[in-house]
């Protein structure tokens, strides 16, 4: 059903104008990977949820990011849809810090190891999820400019169709009309070098591997059908327009003397290593996710995946708000988890393109330096929990090492069944998880937002990198996965961490009680199960 938004005359609209707009809660601008997991997050929370995309379809020629990252694929295992694209991509190991690669195979996770997976599978395995889901998406237009006021916002599509929203989000990439419309500044670094990439067919054998010279790093490989994916860093970064056919030539010929008979490009792409951040995530009814809020050099492939993070930290929060459930400024912890986040992976991409970048005899001495380093277990294991993801912890303030951070997939027993911690994520709600005493907490007036599970679990408590933490009695997991409170079977400070991340209680008492209980059938009626 078509959202329709509160009636205001402001920003020179009638409120008849206004009424008769059709509209959504959320519009998303952009439907790459973060837009797609976005708008999937909100749909299973009952938002009314569209997403705007300038393609006809799913399909992307060019070759973009080319795989997930282990706490990428915990959280489509929370969501209960891993398989799906495990099926599809090539397990190994993928962590790594400038070139030099990090086994996390003894991080404690179900899934350590990265996925090669293409871009292109991954959107459309996404967007399968997505059309299940039932999310519109307006196609072959774009997001051209949006008016906010007092109950909402207008947003204009391409080819001057109006839709009305409470809130827009901007995925739609490091150039984001969003973003810049909003008003919402970008600092950063320009670029100092110029990468270019293609898969192409070569007449020549070529010399396969990677190399450093004096103009930077560059790398020849064997595709899936036999062509060559080049990588290649060119020699003069004052470059405009889209790269040609030729631009490569030239730059195979000053990195290898030949060209191979390069011919026939599938595509040719070029990249810098800008690095970019938004100083906000969010300004008013506006908020910005995956590349429109932060870019970086590809090293280290994590763009994709911190944006898919975005969407999941952002999605349930949203949800939130626009069900009145919690206040606006629930919002706000979207910024302050994420940025941080994200400032570290431009600051980790820098250090690796310094390391990198132009092969003089220092340089190489450092990447040496910081190969062996690499290869010490600690270090290993510290730099590949941060390089997949699974080392994030957000500042909930000082307590249990499990705070902020992530839970692990526990196999748990819960009513003497064996169970999965995360298949309790998989409707993106949260739980609270007691490892002590039966029914000893009451989170009633929440019941409509979080179930309580008593469970069992015997084995070690341990995280990437930190090793081994103190058994806790009972933990608060958010729809994200991560924790949001540990404490003893008795619930001390439970309210308050409760009411800061799932809103204001519920009474029981009288008239509540007869709201509450209307509540739940008329949910119940909506097909979602509360209590």
């Known amino acids: 059903m078509p959202f329709l938004l509160p009636t205001s005359r402001s920003r020179g609209r009638t409120s008849a104008e206004r009424a008769a707009a059709p509209g959504h809660a959320v519009i998303i601008a952009g439907a790459g990977p973060t837009g797609l997991m976005l708008a999937a997050e909100l749909a299973l929370a009952r938002i009314d949820v569209a997403l705007v995309e300038r393609r006809a379809s799913q399909d992307i020629v060019e070759k973009r990011a080319g795989g997930l990252h282990a706490r990428s694929i915990e959280i489509l295992d929370q969501r209960g849809i891993a398989d799906r694209f495990l099926r599809e991509g090539e397990i190994l190991q993928l962590a790594g810090f400038a070139w030099t690669r990090l086994d996390i195979s003894d991080l404690p996770t179900r899934h350590p190891y990265g996925l090669k997976l293409r871009q292109t599978r991954i959107e459309r395995l996404l967007a399968d999820w997505v059309e299940r889901l039932a999310v519109p ?8 400019g949006f008016a906010e006021d007092a109950t909402g916002l207008d947003v204009t599509l391409s080819g001057g169709e109006r839709l009305r929203a409470l809130y827009l989000v901007g995925c739609d990439g490091g150039r984001s009309l969003v ?4 008003g919402i500044d970008f600092p950063g670094s320009e670029p100092s ?46 470059r405009d327009g889209e790269p040609t056919l030729r631009d490569l030539s030239a730059a195979l010929e000053a990195v290898y003397g030949t060209d191979f008979g390069v011919h026939n490009p599938a595509w040719i792409s070029r990249f810098t290593d800008a690095a970019r951040q938004a100083a906000s995530y969010r300004k008013g009814r506006v908020l910005l996710a995956g590349d429109a809020a932060h870019i970086h050099h590809s090293v280290g492939g994590q763009g994709l995946n911190l944006g898919v993070q975005d969407a999941v930290n952002l999605g349930w929060k949203l949800a939130q708000v626009v069900n009145r459930i919690s206040p606006e400024s629930l919002l706000d912890t979207y910024h302050s988890e994420r940025h941080p986040v994200a400032a570290r992976v431009l600051k980790n991409t820098m250090a690796q393109i310094a390391l990198l970048r132009r092969g003089d005899d220092g340089r190489k001495a450092a990447r040496e330096v910081i190969a062996e380093l690499l290869a010490m277990d600690e270090p290993r294991q510290r730099f590949g929990a941060m390089m997949s993801g699974l080392d994030i912890r957000y500042d909930l303030g000082e307590g249990h090492a499990l705070l902020g951070r992530r839970m692990p997939d526990l196999d748990m027993r819960v009513h003497g069944q064996k169970i999965a911690l995360f298949t309790l994520l998989h409707g993106a709600r949260g739980v609270l998880l007691n490892f002590g005493k039966r029914s000893t907490i009451d989170i009633t007036p929440w019941a409509d937002r979080i179930e309580i599970v008593d469970a069992d679990y015997d084995g070690p408590w341990q995280l990437p990198a930190s090793g081994d933490v103190v058994r806790p009695a009972a933990v608060l997991v958010r729809p994200d996965g991560h924790v949001a409170w540990v404490g003893d079977e008795r619930g001390r400070r439970l309210e308050e961490a409760l009411t800061k991340w799932f809103g204001q209680g519920v009474s029981l008492e009288g008239e509540n009680l007869e709201k509450n209980l209307l509540y739940r059938c008329i949910s119940d009626a909506l097909g979602r199960r509360v209590g």
């Open 193 to 238: 070098l110029s990468n270019l990439m293609a898969e192409v067919g070569m007449r020549e054998a070529p010399e396969f591997g990677l190399r450093h010279d004096a103009l930077g790093f560059h790398g020849l490989s064997k595709t899936e059908s036999g062509r060559v994916l080049v990588v290649l860093t060119e020699a003069n970064l004052a």
């Open 179 to 182: 973003r810049k419309s909003a």
């Open 137 to 144: 998406i307006y196609r072959n237009r774009e997001v051209t």
